[in-house]
């Protein structure tokens, strides 16, 4: 089985000299790929320079995270992709399980188990040790609820099907790639991985969280906490279930989200919190103004309607205080 490992960057310099070593020396398995969105700093030259092994697709403009990966992953061939962020330190013997999944069992999508840079011994952010959504599409993880994130004690040291896995080290089949064209590149960045899965997810395809693979993220390198980001995650999110949710949960489940989304609108006003505010109002215009676009990209077979374990994280966390994902 042939895997290719690319990741994506953007004026990443420093992230490749931190963490390309690493990737290198525990990746011999692999062929490896930068695709580069444009970069202005001196990305380029230092990998040629210093890391003349490593292929590179250079993309004439920045494509943001969907695009820039459905245009690079176009030049390469390979059983499977990793779709890796530049700010993840592999570790050794990191891709031997996945190798283990792909050949022997019938996964389509995969991750390892995340877990922060900074404090290696708690779970990442972004994908945890395996992604769900509630019903209402708030996304949260084994080992992460919100911005609760747990200390790893091996309690989810298990490999287990999932909903999604995470957009920062993204194991795909380039047929599960190809047969579901990519990324939506409407989304530009945020939760793409999301759609992607759901959509896998509703054509009958397994995601899974491979357990004994481990990664450390940075996390927040491409775009920091802001309003901005409080943008995309509120208006992808929207656009995701308006793509994916059954026919007869659409309406009823986006109204509800609406509320749910308002909710969190005044949250973000009490707290003098403006540009979050007026964030929230501009993602929910994106949604008014492009809903009919979304609807014509609902495919003709959506009928899954057991999407979600969790009725609503939000209730569970913020009503009855649970904070980690065994006590859902």
């Known amino acids: 089985m042939k895997i290719a490992v690319v990741i994506l960057n953007w004026n990443g310099k420093e992230l490749l000299e931190k963490f390309l070593p690493s990737l290198i ?17 001196d990305s380029l030259l230092f990998l040629k320079e210093h890391y003349p092994s490593i292929q ?18 176009k030049q390469i061939d390979a059983d ?6 530049n700010d993840v330190e592999v570790t050794k013997h990191w891709l031997d399980p996945i190798f283990s999944a792909f050949e022997n069992t019938s996964v389509s999508i ?18 945890a040790a395996g992604g769900y959504i509630d019903q209402f599409g708030f996304p949260y993880c084994r080992g992460r609820i919100f911005d609760q994130l747990e200390e790893n004690t091996n309690q989810y040291n298990t490999t287990t099907d999932c909903f999604w896995a995470s957009g920062a080290c993204f194991f795909v089949r380039q047929s599960v790639w190809e047969e579901l064209n990519g990324f ?9 991985e999301i759609d992607f ?15 004994d693979s481990f990664v450390y993220h940075v996390g927040g390198a491409s775009l920091k906490p802001s309003a901005r980001k409080t943008y995309y995650n509120h208006r992808n999110s929207l656009w995701m279930m308006i793509k994916n949710l059954p026919k007869n949960a659409l309406f009823p489940v986006l109204f509800q989200r609406f509320i749910l989304d308002g909710v969190a609108g005044i949250h973000y006003l009490l707290k003098g919190n403006f540009g979050a505010f007026f964030m929230v109002i501009k993602a929910h215009i994106a949604v008014y ?18 999407y979600f374990q969790q009725k609503s994280i939000v209730w ?13």
Not at 25 to 41: M, P
Not at 197 to 211: D, E, L, M
Not at 318 to 326: D, E, G, H, T, Y
């Open 110 to 127: 995969a991750q390892p188990t995340l877990l922060q840079h900074k404090k290696k011994n708690y779970f990442d952010y972004a994908g």
């Open 80 to 85: 499977t992709y990793c779709l890796l962020n």
């Open 289 to 306: 103004v492009n809903l009919s676009k979304m609807l014509r990209k609902r495919s003709s077979s959506l009928s899954k309607g057991a």
């Open 25 to 41: 020396r525990y990746s011999t398995k692999a062929e490896l790929y930068v695709i580069d969105n444009a970069s202005t700093d």
């Open 316 to 328: 569970a966390h913020f009503i009855l205080r649970k904070s980690k994902f065994q006590d859902l």
């Open 197 to 211: 899965c759901w959509r896998a997810f509703n054509a009958g395809k397994v995601t899974q969280t491979i357990s």
């Open 184 to 192: 939506d590149e409407d989304f530009f960045m945020h939760q793409e």
């Open 56 to 73: 590179i697709i250079a993309l004439e403009e920045n494509f943001g995270f969907a695009k820039g990966y459905n245009e690079g992953l």
